[in-house]
């Protein structure tokens, strides 16, 4: 297993990376159950880091799932099918409105997942009276795949990592079958910048939340590392804040960012990718994540199972319920504090972006209760 390690970026230029949409938020809100997630103080996590501050944006629950993929999964499944249809926002500007034009169409939405993702893909499906198709690694653990068999997706096992499963799910994109991929490759770009552009809605609540508590803007923001769709949204809503530091964090054995910063270029890794933070166990960078992720972050550093648990143990003792991948922003920065140089003049945030979607193994390392969603 690789050691833990600390990386200057040396491609690092805020000045190149993109925005932030609001499209997204006006369509998110016509989704039922949409709320807001909560921004949480979390004092246990702030005395153990030795910074004057941490807030967690706590995406635990966000539109009754356990994750906040299903932003990125459902404006990039609208702008999917508004294209395949040939319309415009302005024609069909809300979920129910969608459903109604693609009632009876025959389509099938299909993506791979390390778990999140696929699930939330398999819920957009269900809401739009469509079929879906899901292709997860072989590995996947047996929780998350009935969870996304509850949403009535189809379930497919494929022989590999998660690379492979992409690969998978490529093959078979037809007139009929339309994949929703967060992650891109030669040709297919449009659909992961969407799901990048989902997520502005939750950096988008970040802000405002800040704003709305009068809290001067985070020096440290920390976002963990799969192929880049969300490190990429939270380049576009801090890089290039005066005072602000962008810290990405990915497994010892899944650094694909690391290694293509090190390249200069986006590089695949051998695999396995085998870490428990499975959705982050991603062997190649998305090509249209790679401008804002390389570009925006002032460094990265890889972390073990063991750092990602004790920043699960930790959160816990703040309320926070975070799941491996969840968890594993504040792992990077509690691992690695002082060459990081994090001191009591710091507000930190950081983002969970999951709950315990494998409570067993939850409850092994918290030694605690948590309530699927």
Known sequence: MPEPRVLANALHAPSRVG????????????LP??????????????????????????????????SFKVLGAS??????????????????????ALAERVKGSGLRLCAATDGNHGRAVARMAKLLGLDATILVPGDMVAERIAA??????DVEVIDGGYDDAIAASAALASDTTLVISDTSWEGYTE???????????????????????????????????????????VARAFAGSEGTRLVGVEPTDA????????????TTIPGPQLSMMAGLNCGTPSLIAWPDVSAGYDTFVTITDDQVADAMRLLA????????????????????RDVLGINDS??????STEGATDLANYRSIVGAEASPA
């Open 191 to 233: 659909p992961p910048g969407w799901v990048i552009d989902g997520y502005s809605t939750m950096m988008g609540e970040v802000l405002d939340q800040y704003r709305a508590e009068g809290l001067t803007p985070p020096t440290v923001v920390a976002a963990q590392i799969g192929v880049g769709a969300f490190a990429a949204a």
């Open 33 to 66: 159950g949409y709320a807001p997630t909560p921004l949480i103080d979390a004092p246990a996590a702030a005395r153990e880091l030795g910074a004057a501050s941490v807030r967690v944006k706590d995406e635990s629950a966000r539109l009754g799932m356990p």
């Open 255 to 266: 650094d694909c960012v690391a290694a293509s910063i090190e390249h200069g270029e986006v």
């Open 148 to 153: 996304i068999r509850s949403e009535g997706a």
């Open 75 to 96: 404006w990039a499944t609208y702008r999917v099918l508004l294209a395949h249809l040939g319309a415009t926002p302005e024609e069909i500007p809300t979920l129910d």
């Open 346 to 351: 710091d507000s930190v945030l950081v983002i």
């Open 19 to 30: 925005e932030l949409s609001a499209e997204p938020a006006r369509f998110h809100r016509t």
């Open 317 to 336: 003792v703040d309320g926070i319920v975070s799941g491996e991948s969840g968890a594993a922003g504040l792992g990077g920065l509690l691992a690695h």
